[in-house]
């Protein structure tokens, strides 16, 4: 029974707060027509040092002009505005403890934020979603270095420490009149609905964010009035009160998380002409709101390449098309493929080869959304031709060495190295024997193609360099007699060989030797020493005998015979003297 009862008297306060709002909206002129575009230009927020501004240091009624904050300021009671009415956050943090921060009542509010580096605001977000910042609470900081999800914000922060009882609304704006929102950022607010804002009036947002609210319904934005939405970030649910009146949400720009943007489509809130899009990969994504409201664009032409041939030159091929929107040049994004269905790498190809590229317009340009429109082209990219100029490191001449010569091939194409087997293969020629020469052949592969031969001679080695070869020594030569009568090894002579030995000693002469192999090594000299021996004199003829006298007659013989005795008389006594002697002696 005590359930029944409360949940009857739920009920009849949401009836109550429903007729409320709709005397609210009746009492304000109810859904106002969208503002011309000259409405919707965001005022510039440039650093100002607040001249002739008035500081504000506490909540209570404001009736107009300008206020900013010099350092964060607490709220024991709510900004009530009645007025044309401009605050600045100035980078600070305005803190409530009450239910709604500021209240617009009657009149124009604008919030700005000039100059977000006067502050930075860390937070971190509790199980409800909600960003709870340090606000000087108990156990802030243990909540914190203990929290999975935190951030930081840099710039005005509207934010509260208070905790909705049943049906409250519109923690950080409560509009019965008008309010425009050019920066800062609501968060933290807790409520029944309409937890950031509660428009009941008309709001019109051009910046700033609303995010990290908690609400039972519409978290971010609540509406039973009329709410433009032109630029800034929405987190978190928005969407018209629920119950009648019925609010109006429209956005026509700004950006979104998946919340948001669910809950905008299901509103049908995106202004006609705009499309809700996400923007990823494109100028000013965000990943915390990566979905944007766009102007939808015109229709999308995609032209014919000029080539669809080429050569390969080492870089991207050349393929080119143009995209536009009527005035409007659209960039083009390129892949490719080997297969037209096939899988399509980003970019253009470089190697040789026949290829699939897809081009693709852009689908975003600036602020406007124009969708993609793309074509798909087969292109052929041809082997570069290999030629003489490209090939170098091979000389003109070398010498036979026995073996074959093979010189290694640099190849280069625009000073950048080629890769031996994958961009050419080197042959050779027999490039052996002096006759045969010799020859080396670069023949393109990959992405090349063609050969080029290149040829040089091979010039014959000095004998000194051929098998056997070994100068002769020990070489004499008798005093008088020619070269010529040295005996030498095979194929060594003379230089000259009627060169005779003039006299005892040594001589120096040349010789030259003709190897075997005389087509592949020349002949070569070689100066050596050979010695001299003096020449053996030849002994003198022993003079011919006088011929014995002819014994012509008696008188002849007995002349003879006494010559011949008388000498062996002679004898005789010299024969005997030296007897004598000896035995004297």
Known sequence: MEKIKKASYTALAAVLFIVVCAVLVAAFGGVSALPSEDARTPLLQASHDHVGWNELTAGGELTSGNYYLAEDVSLESSISIKGDVTLCLNGHKLVSSVCNAIVVNSGTFTLLDCDGSNGSHSYYVDDKGKYVFDNGQEGWQKSYDDAVRKGEI????????????????GGGMLILGSAAMYGGTIAGFDMWSGAGIEVQGSFTMFGGAIEGNFADDNDAISSSGYANIYGGCVKGKLGEFAGPPQGVIIA????????????LVEAGGVEEG???????????????????????????????????????????ADYSVEASAGDEA??????????????????????AGAWYVKATSAAISGSTYYGSVERVDPIVIEPKPITREMVSGIDDNYVYSGS???????VTDGGRALVLDQDYTVTYGGNTTVAQGGKVVVEGVGNYQGAVEVGFDIAKAPGSAAPGYEIP???????????????????????DGSLVASAPGSMTATLIYTPADAENYAPVSATVTVSVQAAVPEPEPEPEPEPEPELHGLADKIGLIAIAASGAMALFFIVA????AKRKA
């Open 154 to 169: 840099f710039g005005g922060v509207i934010t509260s420490t208070y905790r909705h009882s049943l049906l409250e609304i």
């Open 252 to 263: 026509a720009g700004g950006r979104f998380d998946e919340k948001a943007r669910a809950s």
């Open 274 to 316: 705009y499309v809700l899009v996400d923007d990823s990969g494109y100028e000013g994504h965000d990943e915390a709101f990566p979905f944007a409201v766009l102007k939808q664009g015109g229709r999308v032409s995609i032209g014919m390449p000029d080539e669809k041939t080429f050569v390969y030159d080492g870089g991207a």
């Open 330 to 351: 659209l960039e083009v994004y390129y892949s490719f493929s080997a297969a037209k269905d096939g899988e399509y790498a980003p970019g253009l190809p470089v190697d």
């Open 404 to 410: 074959a010569i093979e010189p290694v091939a640099e």
């Open 473 to 495: 020594t020990n070489l004499t030569v008798i005093e008088g007699e020619s070269l010529s009568t040295i005996s030498l090894p095979v194929g060594w002579a003379w230089q």
């Open 577 to 580: 003297a030296i007897a004598i």
